[in-house]
């Protein structure tokens, strides 16, 4: 077997040596009636050829040839070739997370870089070395506000994503800490009237999301006001992380949550990406996941560590602040690098194509009759339009012209029955626009 | 360095300074030997309430954290601002400028329950025999 | 050949500055095509929303800066890919080379999460067959390959038994687990509503069965035990502790962290295990990548099949896969979108490489640790003289006497070429030496190690300085984590301007 480095002469000695006569004799702890008797039932073996004509044929019964307007918390976008070159270098692929950090400076310096990173884009003062993705770091942004401030209500926008909302349900559950929802109000921002009224001194977070799961941009300093009223903290997730090129960051808020898949990370069908928690500075105590921080060594020159571990599960065990060990340390480099690449310039620019694109699109799909823009909000690069029929059969009818229809919002929001969430990234051209304008069209003018 | 002797002492290492109903409390060089270099204390604000034998708040070093017990009952009138910028205090005075916080005494009977300084010192005698054994 | 091999020897090292420290305000690394309509008036369209200066201190440097930034960074890290990596409890075995390829083909790094299931076909065919490979090398009934990495596994698992338990009437209140057990059983038990009970393990370092009989009462949930424990050691008694646990309507957790001692040799499903997580980034192969990302599926048991994250994917006539989101009592999402599905691409496309003769692997692997720990005993203090499977334990007992500890040692062993093996783990080892050498070691290089081993032993005879102030070869010595830990510095920002020629 070609990953394995032994001969069978070699076996043969080093068996010798621990004294065997056979190799089963190194499994004589394992009770005899639990061994397995026979070979495992699986596929294979396969020679590298093999393997990637299996993945190649799996790959053709997928989306291939399509032109998608999904966006809904995953996004498509640009992506050197810079990206995937570095991080497959070995020396950080094959790297474990840096603990002895005389051998892991690499990875020390490149998250140290992330976390300023992240810190300039979120416009917050410290933040960790990643999470798993963002609906477990908008989750453990909730956790950390409990923790923070003692109490036990948190109120969530209806207007976040609602896998992610799932996913704190299933945090809450057996944590003591009460979920409620605030509803959308009509321009498809959290309606604050009913949020003022929800909030009492036992709220410890409100969460929102911006741009929010409908494509709209939450008002972030209001909300962050009327939250710190009560001494509520406000938690803010962003998904869509490239409107921070363009869009104010949520500088207001205590905690911020990010997604940041959209850049350098494919959509991969759902993971791996990476999630971010930055915040103030005084709450650092009480982040989830690793921090890694400048210090000197024993010559006084410049080096990096993990530190404020004693947060962590491995040594605070039953009383650590997440039982998160990994980060997603290679996504983070990934991010690191295409954001190195991207540099000041080019988020901005990537971010105004993406603006410039959706308002494009917005503009060309409100000349079909019927069609119209659902929220009046400002939005980035995802809008919500109401459309005069049902969105998954006109979407069944785009799939034959070969595109991906916009996200149903009726599955995840009842309410919203004939609505859909568009999203156009600079990806997409003027003429695929055009062309699922026009397919739109004709699928609205067929005869029901 | 010597254990004063106007404290009163716990075997979980922290001294207790009485006075007119209030008692300032700290860890013993002792304890901040075996720590090691403090980088974080955590303390409870003024008005919470301590209970003998509860924890009231954590010390850390580099890679543990410790617990540090109330060795009397009452309540918190002034946590140690201090040490929040200073922590490295806790290692080189821990018996005078590093004290943690000053309670008002719940129960003054409690004291009497505590070692006193000759005691503390016998008791940690007994425990540096047993490691080196 | 008259030299002996030396494995390491030093090279020039380059230095880098941070990234933000090298920028220039107006270089760039990369471009787009041109806009092909009509520009937005940003300012106008987003209002008071519209970020009027850009990200400031952004970094502004070219393509040639980048790459050679990360290039230069990536030098000072040691890797699989360098030698060996012996971490106990880590699992660090080559990552082949196809998996990085295949996950980024066309059509399977491109796909997104919500388009529509009839074009996913692939994507879905492949969590299929991973999740029938995983049961059959596992011996048990369902799986959920959603979990993130390995502790989202654990809390997955425990949030499973929660809802079994519930279902029955009675949640329960505790968890059993043992003081050889990884950090974070007892944060995720915690996570998932229950208290801790620590079981102290019997004078071999195995579970002590007589009193886990007082110990499981009704009041008990689980035990979460990690097997082979982390002292390497298998548990033989392991289905009479299920059962134990089981008559009083408990359910056993196992940890299989430790899966790499196990794979095609026997099966925890088999043994009487309820429920168990596998860690990808260890016995599968995916890349640890300098702290993850992993991914943490969670076999399972029937009884508790009805209560996988949603959605679970099932199979309608003719073939056709689905993901399913009606489950009424499921624990609900424990993570967004269908789980780290790049990192199960790399783990099947392990599993296809070896097929049936995975067995091969895990016997290497426990071949490589045994012959390890023989050759080493009455170098180090071996604390616990039960058979080692995949990893062995030494403590630094001896060379304490010379003031020299496993740290040290591990510190030491940097400068021979090797990554330190695991310190200070398992906790009731003192002085832990914790190695795992796994399958992708040639015999020369576990020779190598094992040379490097012996011959720090004898300069912390010799020379105990030597080794308490290692390592000596690296670009930066010891680092003052305390100083790091008193002020943390958390992220570069911008020096206040100073003029030029201070500098």
């Known amino acids: ?448 | 360095m010597t254990y004063p002797p106007s404290y009163r002492y716990t075997t979980q290492h922290e001294w207790i300074d009485a006075k007119d109903g209030v008692g300032t409390i700290g860890i013993t060089d002792y304890a901040q030997h075996e720590l090691g270099d403090v980088v974080f204390v955590e303390l409870p604000k003024p008005g919470a309430k301590v209970q003998a034998g509860k924890s009231f708040g954590t010390v850390e070093s580099v890679k543990a954290v410790s617990e540090i017990y109330a060795p009397v009952s009452g309540e918190v009138v002034e946590a140690n601002a201090d040490l929040e910028t200073t922590p490295e205090k806790l290692n080189s005075d821990p018996h005078k400028s590093a004290w943690l916080i000053r309670i008002k005494l719940a129960d003054q009977a409690e004291l009497a329950k505590l070692m006193d300084a000759k005691a503390y010192d016998a008791f940690i005698s007994e425990k540096n025999k047993e490691a080196s054994a | 050949m008259t030299e002996r091999f030396k494995k390491a020897s030093q090279h020039v090292s380059q230095n880098e500055r941070l990234i933000f420290e090298t920028s220039s305000r107006g270089k760039r690394a990369f471009e787009l095509p041109p806009l092909d309509v009509p520009p937005a008036d940003a300012a106008k369209v987003l209002g008071h929303y519209h970020r009027d200066e850009g990200v400031s201190d952004f970094p502004e440097v070219s393509e040639i800066e980048v790459v050679r930034h990360f290039t230069r960074l990536s030098t000072w890290n040691y890797a699989i890919d360098l030698g060996m990596y012996p971490l106990g409890s880590c699992t660090m075995k080559y990552n082949p080379r196809v998996n990085e390829f295949v996950a980024r083909l066309d059509g399977i790094a491109t796909e997104h999460p919500y388009q529509p299931q009839e074009l996913s076909q692939g994507c879905l065919k492949i969590i299929k067959l991973l999740e029938d490979c995983l049961l059959e090398i596992t011996g048990m009934d369902s799986i959920t390959l959603q979990p993130a990495a390995g502790a989202q596994g654990e809390l997955t698992g425990l949030l499973l038994i929660r809802a079994y338990l519930q279902k029955q009437g009675n949640p329960r209140k505790k968890v059993l687990i043992p003081d050889s057990a990884h950090g974070t059983n007892p944060a995720t038990a915690v996570i998932a509503g229950y208290q801790v009970e620590n079981i102290k393990s019997e004078s071999h370092g195995q579970i002590d069965v007589e009193k886990l009989r007082d110990l499981v009462t009704e009041d008990v949930a689980a035990l979460m035990i990690t097997n082979p424990s982390t002292l390497g050691i298998f548990e033989p008694r392991i289905a009479e502790i299920a059962d134990i646990l089981h008559r009083q309507g408990a359910l056993l957790y196992m940890d299989g962290a430790n899966m790499n001692a196990l794979t095609g040799i026997t099966r925890p499903g088999d043994m009487g295990v309820d429920v168990m997580h596998l860690n990808l980034h260890k016995t599968f192969s995916t890349p640890h990548g300098g702290g993850g990302p992993g991914a943490g599926p969670v076999a399972m048991k029937k009884i508790l099949e009805p209560f996988r994250p949603t959605p679970v994917l099932i199979e309608k006539d003719g073939g056709r896969l689905l993901l399913d989101a009606n489950r009424p009592e499921s624990i609900g999402r424990v993570k967004a979108f269908a789980g780290n599905f790049g990192v199960l691409v790399r783990a099947l496309a392990y599993i296809l490489a070896y097929g049936p003769g995975i067995r091969q692997a895990t016997e290497d692997a426990v071949l490589n640790a045994t012959y390890i720990r023989k050759k080493l005993e009455g170098v180090f203090e071996l604390p616990y003289s039960l058979p080692s499977m995949h990893e062995v334990v030494f403590s630094d007992a001896r060379q304490k006497q010379n003031g020299v500890n496993t740290m040290d040692i591990a510190k030491r062993l940097i400068d021979y070429g090797f990554h330190p093996y695991t310190t200070a783990f398992p906790l009731i080892v003192a002085g832990a030496m914790m190695i795992e050498p796994t399958e992708s070691e040639s015999k020369e290089e576990c020779d190598l190690f094992i040379g490097a081993m012996k011959s720090i032993a004898h300069e912390a005879a010799t020379n105990p300085q030597l080794v308490k102030t290692a390592p000596h070869t690296t670009r930066v010595g010891r680092l003052d984590e305390v100083g790091a830990a008193r002020k943390p510095i958390l992220r570069w920002k911008q020096a206040p301007a100073r003029s030029e020629a201070a500098d």
Do not use: W
């Open chain 1, 1 to 448: 077997m070609r990953y394995l480095p032994k001969s069978p002469d070699e076996r043969k000695q080093m068996l010798a040596v621990v004294g065997g006569k056979s190799i089963d004799e190194l499994f004589s702890s394992v009770p005899e009636q639990y061994r397995l008797k026979k070979a495992l039932d699986l596929p294979g073996p396969l020679s590298e050829a093999e393997i990637i004509q299996y993945f190649k044929a799996r790959a053709g019964e997928n989306s291939l040839g399509y032109t998608s307007f999904l966006g809904a918390g995953v996004y498509n976008h640009l992506r050197s070739v810079i990206t995937d070159t570095i991080i497959q270098r070995g020396e950080f692929l094959t790297s474990y997370t840096p603990y002895q950090a005389e051998i892991t400076q690499g990875t020390l310096q490149s998250i140290f870089e992330f976390q300023t990173l992240m810190c300039q884009l979120t416009g917050q003062e410290v933040a960790n070395a990643s999470m798993y993705d963002g609906s477990t770091a908008a989750t453990e942004a909730v956790l950390m506000a409990e923790r923070l401030t003692s109490r036990g209500r948190v109120l969530v926008a209806r207007s976040v994503h609602p896998e992610y909302r799932a996913v704190l349900k299933t945090y809450a559950k057996n944590s003591g800490l009460t979920v409620e929802e605030v509803p959308i109000s009509v321009d498809g921002t959290v309606d604050t009237k009913v949020l003022q009224s929800s909030l009492k001194e036992d709220v410890a977070a409100v969460l929102v999301q911006s741009p929010n799961f409908l494509g709209v941009i939450e008002p972030i300093a209001d909300l962050a006001n009327i939250a710190h009223k009560v001494g509520a903290l406000l938690v803010a997730t962003v998904t869509e992380a490239v409107s921070l090129g363009l869009v104010n960051p949520p500088a207001e808020a205590d905690i911020v949550a990010l997604e940041g898949q959209s850049f350098g990370l494919a959509p991969s069908y759902g993971g791996p990406y990476v999630g971010v928690i930055a915040s103030r500075e005084k709450f650092v105590r009480q982040m989830p996941g690793r921090l890694v921080g400048q210090t000197t060594d024993s010559n006084g020159r410049r080096g990096f560590v993990l530190t404020l571990a004693t947060r962590e599960q491995h040594i605070r065990r039953e009383k650590a602040t997440s039982n998160i060990c990994t980060n997603q340390a290679l996504c983070a480099l990934a991010v690191t690098v295409h954001l190195c690449l991207l540099g000041k310039e080019g988020l901005r620019e990537m971010a105004h194509q993406n603006l410039s694109k959706a308002r494009f699109a917005l503009t060309e799909l409100e000349k079909i009759p019927g069609v119209r823009r659902a929220f009046d909000a400002p939005f980035f690069n995802e809008f919500t339009i109401e459309l005069p029929r049902s969105v998954k059969l006109v979407n069944a009818q785009l799939l034959r012209e070969k595109i991906v229809g916009p996200f149903v919002l009726g599955t995840a929001y009842p309410e919203l029955t004939k609505h859909a969430l568009v999203c156009v990234t600079e990806t997409i051209t003027r003429v695929e626009i055009e062309k699922f304008a026009s397919a739109l069209r004709s699928a609205l003018q067929q005869p029901v």
